[in-house]
């Protein structure tokens, strides 16, 4: 199972911005963030495929967050702006099974320990 | 409101069986295959069940899956204490182009 090490995770006001990051050798998969508030159920966020060509987002966060990936680092992000109350939740990074992450790509096989953001006045 | 819909609780005594239910539409569990998650709160969550029937990885033959039409079930037999998580379905949904959770059941052995 591949280790994933995610951090970024802290406080901000509404409408404040941050980013996420999860190191790992994982340059060959596609990659996901999946988010859990307090209380509720798991919550996709986002993907991005191998090459980082092709993102995808939930409805919820289009137009504010940003999936990208540095090879070179090892390390894919995820960059949130215009923060809500209700993006408060523990962000988990997750690795997909194949390149791309459509149709049986998504499917995450290894999980980070995830990170909490809390988005509050 | 899940796109997939779970039971949210389920509860059984130990060495019993328990099969927790998926249902979705053509445009997800209809036309993709699904996966399973076992979550332990304040735990990373663990893949436990791929393409509708694969076993991941070191998990026991205790745990299956199954799909038909547009449903799936997880299936885990010999309840152990241990089993006390909360359990996921996932899958991608062509219409969103995005992935899809189901609510999450949880699941008490007593």
């Known amino acids: 199972e591949v280790q994933l090490l995610v951090s970024g995770g802290g406080s901000v006001q509404p409408g404040g911005s941050l980013r996420l990051s999860c190191a790992a050798s994982?340059?060959?998969?596609?990659m996901a963030w999946v988010r859990q508030a307090p209380g509720k159920g798991l919550e996709w966020v986002s993907a991005i495929s191998a090459g980082g060509g092709t993102t995808y987002y939930a409805d919820s966060v289009k137009g504010r967050f940003i999936m990208s990936r540095d090879k070179s680092k090892n390390t894919v992000y995820l960059g949130m702006n215009s923060l809500r109350v209700e993006d408060t939740a523990v962000y988990y990074c997750?690795?997909?099974?194949?390149?791309?992450?459509?149709?049986?790509?998504?499917?995450?096989?290894?999980w980070g320990q995830g990170t909490l953001v809390t988005v509050s006045s | 409101q899940s796109v997939l819909t779970q039971p949210p609780s389920m509860s059984a005594a130990p060495g019993q069986k328990v099969t927790i239910s998926c249902s979705g539409s053509s445009s997800n569990t209809g036309n993709n295959y699904v996966s399973w998650y076992q979550h332990v709160p304040g735990t990373a969550p663990k893949l436990l069940i791929y393409d509708n029937n694969k076993r991941a990885s070191g998990i026991p033959d205790r745990f299956s899956g199954s799909k038909s039409g547009t449903s799936a079930t997880l299936g885990i037999t010999g309840l152990q204490t241990g089993d006390e998580a909360d359990y996921y379905c996932g899958t991608w949904d062509s219409s969103l182009s995005a992935g899809v959770f189901g609510g999450g059941t949880k699941l008490t052995v007593l």
């Open positions: 994982v340059n060959n998969y596609a």
């Open positions: 997750a690795k997909g099974r194949y390149a791309y992450y459509y149709g049986s790509g998504a499917c995450h096989d290894s």
